[in-house]
């Protein structure tokens, strides 16, 4: 059985910083592409950042240089890392595992940004 389970998120002031987990189960993790994706009320959800089996890395414009995305393929994790945040920010993520044709997803950990 597949399993992405995130965790982290919370309330967070403009200007702070959050670090999201994710741990996987029941896949090769090692090989597949990782992404975080997020989800604001009343938005479609879009793309964060994605990390190849490799360790490459990939960002949306709107977090270039304030969010980090990273894999430990031994602990099975994904994380992200997010400094500076802004109250754009605020969403649902989501934890996204890519195999060719294969997609699976975490059930999303609320981020908010807010003073």
């Known amino acids: 059985q597949v399993q992405l389970v995130e965790s982290g998120g919370g309330l967070v002031q403009p200007g702070g910083s959050l670090r999201l987990s994710c741990a996987a189960s029941?896949?090769?993790?090692?090989?597949?592409?990782m992404a975080w994706y997020r989800q604001a009320p009343g938005k479609q959800r879009e793309l964060v950042a994605t990390?190849?089996?490799?360790?490459?890395?990939n960002y949306a414009d709107s977090v270039k240089g304030r969010f980090t995305i990273s894999r430990d393929n031994a602990q099975k994790m994904l994380y992200l890392q997010m400094n500076s945040l802004k109250p754009e920010d605020t969403a649902v993520y989501y934890c996204?595992?890519?195999?060719?044709?294969?997609?699976?997803w975490g059930q999303g950990t609320q981020v908010t940004v807010s003073s």
């Open positions: 996204n595992a890519i195999l060719g044709f294969t997609n699976y």
């Open positions: 029941g896949i090769n993790f090692s090989i597949y592409v």
């Open positions: 990390i190849t089996s490799g360790g490459r890395p």
